[in-house]
């Protein structure tokens, strides 16, 4: 290696088009036409598509962390949202879970012992808080929902996702396939959603009582 660094230099001087000038070119046209060839490849690289697939941002996903503070701060406001939002997405997580290829083991466990623990955690605050709750709070979580879903679906069009299920149906047979076409599935899941809290709402003034 001193040879190539030295102060003097004692070697033969470039000549042009010579071998290493010509392998040189060579090597450099060749990346340039597989650049050219996988271009769609090194457009989207598997970091993005990760990205768009894998953020923890569908409103299960975010009721997992949001429980997990909730059981830690007995907050009565995570728990509001929660009995709502969390109870409700983790029911629907859990009767159609869209695990792609996965099967047991792999995320299967880890999949519903999450969306469970939500689902428990709520009830366990229930059963062991003296929460109140009125309409005025099933209509603020729906309100916080629908801000949520907007923001998710600003994400969707700048990550080109679908996190939410908010630009188009998942693969596979799914709820939402009886909800009609984008969009009116939306609507329809909203009208399912409202509809949800209701009865939620009616069990816990029943079981309160």
Same mark, same amino acid.
């Given at each position: 290696?001193?040879?190539?660094?030295?102060?003097?230099?004692?070697?033969?001087?470039?000549?042009?088009?010579? &071998?290493?000038?010509?392998?040189?070119?060579?090597? #450099?046209?060749?990346?340039?036409?597989? +650049?050219?060839?996988? $271009?769609?490849?090194?457009?989207?690289?598997?970091?993005?598509?990760?990205?768009? &697939?894998?953020?923890?941002? $569908?409103?299960?996903?975010?009721?997992?962390?949001?429980?997990?503070?909730?059981? *830690?701060?007995?907050?009565?406001?995570?728990?509001?949202?929660?009995?709502?939002?969390?109870?409700?997405?983790?029911?629907?997580?859990?009767?159609?879970?869209?695990?792609?290829?996965?099967?047991?083991?792999?995320?299967?466990? +880890?999949?519903?012992?999450?969306?469970?623990?939500?689902?428990?955690?709520?009830? +366990?605050?229930?059963?062991?808080? &003296?929460?109140?709750?009125?309409?005025?709070?099933? @209509?603020? &979580?729906? /309100?916080?929902?629908?801000?949520?879903? *907007?923001?998710?679906? +600003?994400?969707?069009? @700048?990550?080109?996702?679908?996190?939410?299920?908010?630009?188009?149906?998942?693969?596979?047979?799914?709820?939402?396939?009886? /909800?009609?076409?984008?969009? @009116?599935? #939306?609507?329809?899941?909203?009208?399912?959603?409202?509809?949800?809290?209701? #009865?939620?709402?009616?069990?816990?003034?029943?079981?309160?009582?």
């Amino acid at each position: 290696m001193q040879k190539y660094v030295q102060s003097v230099y004692k070697h033969d001087p470039f000549h042009l088009f010579s &071998t290493e000038h010509v392998v040189t070119l060579a090597i #450099i046209a060749l990346l340039a036409i597989l +650049l050219f060839l996988f $271009q769609e490849r090194v457009k989207q690289p598997r970091a993005s598509r990760s990205v768009r &697939t894998s953020l923890p941002l $569908q409103l299960s996903d975010l009721s997992v962390y949001l429980s997990a503070i909730m059981l *830690v701060t007995k907050s009565r406001k995570l728990f509001v949202f929660l009995f709502f939002a969390g109870i409700g997405s983790s029911i629907q997580a859990l009767a159609t879970p869209d695990l792609g290829m996965f099967s047991f083991p792999h995320i299967y466990i +880890l999949f519903f012992i999450s969306h469970g623990s939500v689902f428990l955690s709520c009830l +366990l605050m229930a059963v062991i808080g &003296t929460n109140r709750m009125g309409q005025r709070s099933l @209509w603020v &979580t729906v /309100l916080l929902v629908n801000v949520y879903g *907007v923001c998710i679906f +600003l994400i969707d069009r @700048w990550l080109g996702a679908n996190y939410m299920y908010l630009t188009k149906k998942p693969g596979g047979s799914s709820l939402l396939d009886v /909800l009609g076409p984008w969009p @009116w599935y #939306i609507v329809s899941a909203e009208a399912i959603t409202i509809a949800s809290f209701f #009865i939620l709402y009616l069990l816990y003034r029943i079981f309160k009582k």
